[in-house]
């Protein structure tokens, strides 16, 4: 999910307590104001777990899943604005791939889709990518879920987070 819009109506110490216990980010950071902040994408989480096949999470709630309609539902749902994110995790992530994540992106039209790249040394980076098209974005989605892989992974870019 794209922080800077699921954090964007709380206050700096709480977006950064509340990202630190949601993520087990293991850094430094500060609170300072957003324009004296550097940027930076070297940042790694603790690895997600996940007991079952597939576990679809939205601001709604999370739920094990049977079948890509019930992904497909919740991504109608984003994009038509009565879901904030919607999060696909899969049990084996036999492609380095643990989930991905989408939301609507800020200020404009299309989906900020990030994948969780699993590294060796039992740390997960985020990388992400934008697409202005559903179409693209339940394609992405559709072939995770079917592969546990998507095309192109180089072609996403780390994502940047506040030092």
Do not use: W
Request: hydrophobic share 35%.
């Amino acid at each position: 999910m794209n922080i800077k819009k699921l954090f964007g109506k709380k206050k700096d110490e709480e977006k950064l307590k509340a990202f630190q216990q949601a993520a087990g980010y293991s850094g430094s950071a500060t609170t300072q104001p957003a324009a004296e902040r550097q940027l930076t994408s070297d940042v790694t989480f603790a690895p997600t777990k996940c007991e079952v096949s597939y576990l679809l999470s939205t601001d709604q709630g999370e739920r094990s899943i049977s079948s890509f309609g019930e992904v497909e539902n919740a991504l109608l749902d984003m994009m038509a604005g009565e879901a904030e994110f919607v999060i696909l995790t899969v049990g084996n992530a036999c492609h380095g791939i643990r989930f991905i994540q989408s939301c609507p992106l800020n200020d404009e039209d299309g989906f900020t889709v990030e994948l969780a790249l699993e590294q060796e040394g039992g740390r997960t980076r985020l990388v992400e990518k934008s697409f202005y098209t559903q179409k693209e974005c339940l394609e992405v989605f559709r072939e995770f879920y079917n592969t546990s892989s998507v095309q192109d992974k180089e072609s996403y870019t780390p994502v940047e987070f506040y030092k």
